[in-house]
């Protein structure tokens, strides 16, 4: 298994500003992803951070609004720019361990719910 | 388009069996998988089926059939503590998964 923890959990910021979510794997991981998921809603993912090359951004998803970092195999970070209301959601960062591949099994962080005024 | 069709809503009793219905339409498909989500919780991990089949563990089982697109979580024994969000989500390769809109389980005493 996997143990993610994120920072922060919850954040409240202004419009125009940047939030950076830090997410730390307690064991070493190649595939990293973070999603975004409004409250009772399903799960979007918004790019896949694999250690040592650039993230691979979904459909709708750009570096430059999402800027990722990936700097070893425990931690990755996601930016949120420029912000707007419309980025008000909940972020969440997953991993898929080797030794759970065949399973195409996910663990998944605590999430860090943002609000954009 | 990629689509994963799941029922909103289920209500069901407690010490009851429930069944949530998952059809897929994916570009490529690999497997399907199970994702429990209590209200402001992660997403955790229940079941995964590459094959067609049934595949079970403890109370809850889950059944794949590739040829009709469509799989299903089972849930015996219903505690209250099952009351909470699955969502059903597609492996469709390239290490992806696309995750359905998620059925909210209300279990009632």
């Known amino acids: 298994s996997a143990v993610i923890s994120q920072k922060p959990s919850r954040d409240i910021c202004q419009r125009g500003t940047s939030l950076t979510i830090q997410c730390q794997v307690d064991s070493q991981v190649t595939m990293m992803f973070w999603y975004r998921q409004q409250p009772g809603q399903s799960l979007t993912l918004i790019a896949t951070?694999?250690?040592?090359?650039?993230?691979?951004?979904e459909s709708g998803f750009v570096i430059d609004k999402f800027p990722i970092s990936r700097p070893n195999l425990t931690f990755s970070t996601l930016t949120v720019s420029n912000m707007s209301p419309e980025d008000s959601s909940i972020y969440l960062c997953?991993?898929?361990?080797?030794?759970?591949?065949?399973?195409?099994?996910?663990?998944f962080g605590p999430g860090t719910r943002l609000t954009v005024l | 388009g990629q689509s994963l069709e799941q029922p909103s809503e289920v209500t069901a009793v407690e010490g009851a069996i429930v069944q949530i219905n998952c059809t897929y339409q994916t570009s490529g498909f690999y497997g399907l998988s199970w994702y429990q989500q209590h209200d402001g919780g992660a997403p955790t991990f229940l079941s995964y089926n590459g094959l067609d089949g049934l595949e079970e563990t403890g109370r809850f089982s889950s059944f794949l059939s590739r040829s009709d697109s469509y799989g299903y979580l089972l849930l015996q024994e219903l505690q209250m503590k099952d009351s909470a969000s699955y969502f059903c989500a597609v492996y469709t390769g390239g290490f992806k998964t696309i995750f359905g809109a998620g059925t909210r389980l209300f279990v009632k005493a």
């Open positions: 997953s991993v898929r361990p080797r030794e759970r591949i065949s399973y195409n099994e996910q663990f």
């Open positions: 951070a694999n250690q040592g090359s650039e993230a691979t951004y």
